[in-house]
């Protein structure tokens, strides 16, 4: 016996289906892909091969009409043919990725913050006074 469902509840199906037909549009959508001038001289992540762009002068990106980032594409995925391919690969290996970090849950054992703060302090500690040691001893090797 099928259950009757209320308006509400059928206008709320209905609204369902007409989202996912959108998304599914838009999914099938070609998302072009243009040549942006990079404001900063960093490198940046390649959503195609996981890698980074190098510092670049130019990137390879897709964004919204919110100006959120689609897509980048890095300068050797740019290189290279199989774009697919490359998307395939790094959503196989995110996948697995994805499986490894949750079989990680509930099985670390960590050291507190206040145990890594200090253990770090300590060796700041003591990489000053070596730098300091090396200058008193007149070393000219140092890169500074
Ligand atoms: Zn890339």
Not at 22 to 32: E, L, Q, T
Not at 62 to 84: F, G, K, M, P, T
Not at 91 to 103: I, T
Request: aromatic letters at 4%; hydrophobic letters at 35%; one cysteine or more.
């Amino acid at each position: 016996m099928t259950k009757k469902l209320s308006k509400k509840q059928q206008d709320q199906l209905d609204q369902d289906q007409a989202n996912s037909a959108a998304a599914i549009s838009r999914a099938c959508r070609p998302v072009p892909v243009e040549l942006v001038e990079s404001r900063t001289l960093i490198r940046q992540p390649c959503t195609v091969c996981g890698g980074c762009t190098e510092r670049v002068r130019v990137v390879a990106e897709a964004r919204n009409l919110d100006h959120e980032l689609i897509v980048r594409v890095c300068e050797d995925c740019l290189r290279h043919d199989d774009i697919d391919g490359r998307l395939e690969n790094t959503a196989f290996f995110m996948e697995a990725n994805a499986k490894y970090v949750r079989g990680l849950k509930g099985r670390l054992v960590l050291p507190t913050y206040a145990q890594w703060e200090k253990r770090n302090d300590e060796l700041e500690a003591e990489f000053v006074r070596e730098q300091e040691k090396s200058v008193r001893d007149g070393d000219t090797s140092l890169p500074f």
